[in-house]
């Protein structure tokens, strides 16, 4: 039997350290099978983490669960449902998800993960000394009677060498009527780790913004805004953050929902994407039109009232109205914020129509050739902003004196032509907004702004600075920040994106003070809160948690009772999750 469960033991420790090998040689590798039931995958730092809502932590760590079911196995699982199951499952729109261990198994798995780790195991065959693995956690099913979900171990190194290992158990309960006692916590804590006196440290977070879907077509979007409250020490559970705790906000934000006062701005932005994208590929796929005359009426239209103005009018105020009355999810409540320039010059006019109603090439094709006609007949002798290096501003200008290029509009060059006045409109609407609200300067800007880079580079920059207009503007929406905050929050992503790609599922965190944002959570329930004892040692702690959500995904068991609410229930009456981590010690010397 112990020759068995060492041989267990090295091939356990040896499979685990192959993996961090590779890992540390950059080769990506897919989760693999351990004695045909085991699934163990290493998740490296700054990837998903099934533990986030556990331990703060993001560090490596190996996660064990069971092996998933063979498609053949899912199929007769699915067959043996009855058929109540079935349409429960279906009507709460479950996805099967990981599989948990039995705890039995769990335990044994930590054993040997123990077991290997041990220098004074000398007769294991395992080189020494023995290399510390990273932490080691395992799904598990409840099926004990404390209905422990998770098992981890972590070495404790010291000197390079290990002294120890910490184990940890989590347990998670669907609990309506909790009850639980602050002092009652550290004296629990004392008395399993022998200690005299305890810290207790709190955790609370607040959501203060998530997006809920339109309906069935629009899903909802990715935009969240939460407050993480940090504060010590903890008078009683549930107390709320005092003033002088630690705040950060946290904001995440999808560019494109139909109710932003952005909306119409995101839209003339995809127009440009969409050019962008056919100017590299030679594929243009046309969005449709906001627009429902033909897009060479409307050029010629607008032509026609320039030429009634003897070309040099201004027909401006028409045309923002015209933009305001497509974007329907304007709002006017931060109408202060961010409103459509009442500057625009004869191309951003020219943009506005056309990128509402173009829908092929030939369109293009069509349009320009107006426009050069005009140009070349002197029926419009239009105005422009300065500074603009577009074929088509060239042409204007040229046009002043009575001498024009001949233009082949052929190709690529309609397209070019739209994008460059579309690029020139959207950069102007940028820096008359961070200028405007006195948010940065053109300095701060010069990097998004830029014509010196290909005009590939110029699109993408301008993609980055909406994502940072549409985090300012649910911001202000939402949070209603002072200025300083609003500055700040500006800087920091002007910061991020000179130095980092597009990334629209990035978290934004922003320190706060929070008298400035108390009104946002001091009279309203946290969507989680959570509270560490511990005596000093970073490991070691005893957590108790209560969250409105379950923070664990492998358990069906782990759902509030849904035949208890109501149509109207508010999440206030949804039964809240109690988690519990406790931990203990194992030392080797």
């Known amino acids: 039997m112990w020759s068995r469960t060492n041989r267990a033991a090295e091939e356990f420790y040896t499979r685990l350290l192959q993996e961090v090998d590779e890992e540390k040689k950059g080769i990506c590798t897919d989760p693999f099978t351990y004695e045909a039931d085991v699934q163990v995958q290493l998740i490296s730092k700054g990837q998903p983490n099934p533990l986030k809502n556990i331990q703060n932590e993001n ?9 998933p079911l063979e498609k053949e196995e899912t199929s007769h699982v699915e067959e043996l449902q009855s058929e109540e199951t ?8 479950e996805n099967v ?5 039995p705890v039995g198994r769990g335990r044994q798995l930590i054993g040997l993960y123990t077991m290997a780790h041990n220098p004074n195991m000398t007769h294991l065959k395992i080189s020494q000394p023995v290399t510390s693995l990273p932490p080691l956690w395992i799904r598990c099913d409840s099926s004990d009677p404390e209905g422990t979900c998770w098992l981890g171990a972590e070495p404790i190194t010291t000197n390079n060498s290990i002294a120890g290992i910490v184990l940890f158990v989590v347990s998670c309960k669907a609990e309506k009527n909790y009850s639980v006692n602050l002092e009652d916590l550290k004296n629990s804590h004392k008395k399993r780790h022998h200690l005299s006196t305890v810290t207790a440290r709190g955790f609370a977070q607040y959501e203060l913004l998530k997006s809920t879907a339109l309906d069935d077509i629009v899903p909802a979007s990715q935009t969240t805004i939460t407050l993480d409250i940090s504060w010590s020490p903890v008078d009683e559970i549930l107390q709320i953050p005092p ?3 630690n705040a950060t906000l946290n904001i995440k934000v999808e560019s494109g929902d139909p109710r932003s006062p952005l909306n119409h701005l995101h839209r003339e932005l995809k127009f440009l994407l969409v050019l962008a994208d056919g100017l590299r590929t030679g594929v243009t796929e046309w969005p449709a039109p906001l627009e429902a005359k033909p897009a060479v009426e409307v050029v010629q239209e607008f032509l026609n009232d320039l030429n009634k103005l003897d070309g040099f009018g201004d027909s401006t105020k028409k045309d923002t109205e015209m933009v305001k009355h497509d974007s329907a999810a304007f709002d006017r409540s931060i109408e202060c914020l ?15 129509k056309m990128s509402s109603s173009v829908i092929s090439y030939q369109d293009l094709v069509k349009c320009f050739t107006l426009i050069i006609q005009s140009l070349q007949r002197s029926d419009i002798q239009p105005w422009l902003h300065s500074g603009s290096n577009s074929l088509l501003s060239k042409l204007i200008h040229q046009s ?16 070019q032509m739209l994008l460059e006045i579309g690029l020139d409109k959207l950069k102007k609407d940028y820096i008359s907004f961070f200028i405007g609200q006195e948010l940065a300067s053109l300095n701060h800007l010069e990097y998004f702004i830029s014509p010196s880079v290909d005009i590939q580079e110029q699109v993408y920059r301008v993609q980055k600075l909406h994502h940072i207009l ?11 920040p002072q200025h300083e905050l609003l500055f700040s929050l500006t800087q920091s992503c002007i910061k991020y994106y000179k130095q980092n790609p597009l990334d629209e599922q990035n978290i934004f965190q922003l320190p706060v003070r929070p008298t400035a944002v108390k009104n946002l ?26 969250s409105d959500s379950p923070p664990i995904d492998h358990l069906n068991c782990h759902k509030p009772d849904f035949s208890e609410l109501t149509l109207n229930s508010s999440l206030e009456e949804r039964i809240p999750f109690t988690t519990m981590v406790t931990c203990s010690q194992v030392h080797f010397k």
């Open 338 to 352: 961010f409103t459509v320039r009442c500057d625009l010059d004869f191309a951003e006019q020219l943009w506005c």
């Open 400 to 415: 002043y004196h009575g001498i024009m290029d001949t233009v082949s509009l052929s190709g690529t060059i309609p397209v």
């Open 521 to 546: 959570y001091q009279s309203e329930k946290p969507q989680k809160w959570r509270v560490e004892i511990n005596s000093g040692q970073k490991k070691v702690k005893t957590v108790w948690q209560l």
């Open 59 to 67: 560090n490596v760590v190996f996660i064990l669960e069971k092996v």
């Open 97 to 101: 998800g990981p599989l948990a261990l």
């Open 470 to 480: 549409e985090i300012l503007v649910s911001c202000k929406l939402f949070i209603k």
């Open 86 to 93: 079935a349409i429960s499952d279906f009507s709460t729109g």
């Open 243 to 245: 003033l002088s705790s």
